[in-house]
């Protein structure tokens, strides 16, 4: 082979029919149906394929090889700040995902701390009577939107759970935090990316001031007095070497932890609910493990429950929370062979990734077993089946996530029983992170 072979070569030009509308790109034909884009540039293009969004030339890494690169980002060419703030808005400014190299190395060490065994059994232990409560007006014998019930729920939880503050604070100020933090995280959504009233970021702008003034007036509180919530535990947590969150970080990381603890568990909740209800079999297999055990399960319980496993791994293949990962690079690479030049936005297609058939049999086909030890299909490349993402960045709260859904599912199993039509495909909304439009109706029947 010569030198000149082992050239990178360019990212393949952008066909005249994929440039999409003036402007805004590809952007509407991603909403409206990801997967098929992703398919189609793969085909045509590779790997490292050119997308065009916002008037911006972009590259999209397409299959394990090409995600697993940036991932590794072994020549920290790939940084997060830069893409991610451009997609969630300044609205997470300085949460732990936004942060990059050293800086983020050092955040991240503390953070940890927020998520050793110990602390995940505590929460366990929060968990459950969040649920109770936040269950105990749903409707049965009827239709009802489970999406959103369940989005309720995990809002519910995270008051008590990660702000501490349901306990010493009125109904009606917990409700305008809830308004608050979730104006913030429809701000990826919005199309006038500015502070204009009555736009999605206008109602961000607002929603942020208040959960900042909201989170430093029980700061000193939560400083002095050490209780079980995430909010008090980053006040109080540090490294071996003593380093610390300042106020500031306490504040930023508490916004940043409850987007991203939020959307995700709830779409995760879901798809469980839609696939559990088209597929009785596994739901009546997993109703028989979490009965085996009592009403409020510790962590290890949790994470025994089997089947339910296999169901939340599948559920995140098939409908990953977060499909797209953003990376913007600070300086040329190269990836599988093409240079990516400096300056560059890049779209990771994770959700891609988790349905080629080169990986996985019968991709679209809903079957948790692929996870079994007998298979392990994920184990057919190091980057096959990326939900939390991978590398430095990879998802600190995984654990935590995995506990959270199935503490739902559990107190679910062993309260209902459901069924969903085996045609039914949820409309799903994927401007931002994907969600079933419908809102997924199903009919819970007390067991
Ligand atoms: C099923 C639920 C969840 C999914 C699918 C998920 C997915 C992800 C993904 C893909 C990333 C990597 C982003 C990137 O590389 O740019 C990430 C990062 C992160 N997640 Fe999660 N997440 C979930 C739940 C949670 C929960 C419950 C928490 C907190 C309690 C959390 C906290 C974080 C944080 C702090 C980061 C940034 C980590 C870093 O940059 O070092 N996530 N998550």
Redesign the pocket.
């Known amino acids: 082979m010569t030198a000149e072979t082992l050239e990178p070569r360019p990212i393949p030009v952008l066909r005249r029919d994929d440039r999409g509308l003036p402007f805004i790109g590809q952007v509407l034909e991603y909403a409206k149906d990801p997967v098929g884009l992703y398919r189609r540039h793969w085909e045509r293009y590779g790997p490292v394929a050119p997308f065009r969004t916002l008037n911006t030339n972009a590259a999209m890494l397409l299959g394990p090889d090409a995600c697993g690169e940036a991932?590794q980002n072994k020549d920290k060419a790939f940084a997060?700040q830069p893409a991610?703030s451009q997609l969630v808005g300044p609205f997470f400014h300085r949460?732990?995902?936004l942060?990059d190299f050293d800086e983020?190395l050092g955040h991240?060490r503390i953070?940890q701390e927020a998520?050793v065994r110990p602390r995940l059994e505590t929460y366990t232990r929060r968990l459950h009577p969040a649920i109770e409560h936040g269950m105990t007006a749903w409707e049965t014998g009827k239709e009802f939107p489970a999406y959103w019930r369940l989005k309720q729920l995990t809002l519910d939880i995270a008051a008590d759970l990660?702000m501490g503050g349901a306990r010493d604070t009125s109904q009606a100020e917990m409700d305008r935090v809830n308004k608050a933090f979730i104006a913030c995280v429809q701000a990826a959504a919005g199309i006038i990316r500015a502070n204009v009233p009555g736009t999605r970021w206008g109602r961000a702008y607002r929603g942020r001031k208040v959960l900042e003034s909201f989170l430093r007036h029980y700061l000193p509180a939560k400083r002095a007095n050490q209780t079980d919530d995430?909010f008090s535990v980053l006040c109080h947590i540090e490294t071996d070497d003593g380093d610390r969150f300042t106020d500031d970080d306490v504040v930023n990381?508490m916004v940043?932890?409850m987007m991203?603890?939020h959307d995700?568990?709830t779409?995760?909740t879901a798809t469980m609910l839609q696939y559990l209800g088209q597929h009785p079999a596994w739901q009546e297999r997993c109703r028989t493990e979490a009965e085996a055990l009592g009403p409020a399960p510790s962590a290890a319980e949790l994470e025994g429950l089997v089947s339910l496993d296999l169901v939340m791994r599948e559920a995140?293949r098939l409908r990953?929370?977060?499909p797209v990962?953003?990376?913007h690079t600070v300086k040329d690479t190269v990836v599988q062979g093409v240079r990516i030049p400096a300056d560059t936005s890049v779209a990771l297609g994770?959700q891609f990734t988790h349905l080629m058939a080169d990986y996985w049999t019968n991709p679209e086909e809903f079957d948790p077993g692929r996870f079994s030890p007998e298979r392990r299909e994920d184990k057919s490349h190091r980057f096959a089946w990326?939900?939390?993402?991978?590398?430095?960045?990879?998802?600190?709260?995984?654990h935590?996530?995995?506990l959270?859904?199935k503490a739902i599912m559990h107190r679910l199993l062993r309260g209902y029983h459901w069924r969903v039509d085996p045609g039914y495909v949820p409309p799903m909304d994927n401007h931002s992170l994907p969600f079933p439009k419908d809102g997924l109706p199903i009919t819970l029947i007390r067991n």
Request: hydrophobic letters at 55%; charged letters at 10%; a positive charge.
């Open positions: 991932l997060n991610w949460g732990l995902m942060i983020h991240r953070m998520f990660f995430i990381h940043f932890l991203a603890a995700t568990s779409i995760t995140l990953a929370p977060v990962l953003v990376r994770i990326e939900p939390f993402g991978g590398g430095v960045h990879k998802c600190i709260g995984m935590f996530a995995g959270e859904v």
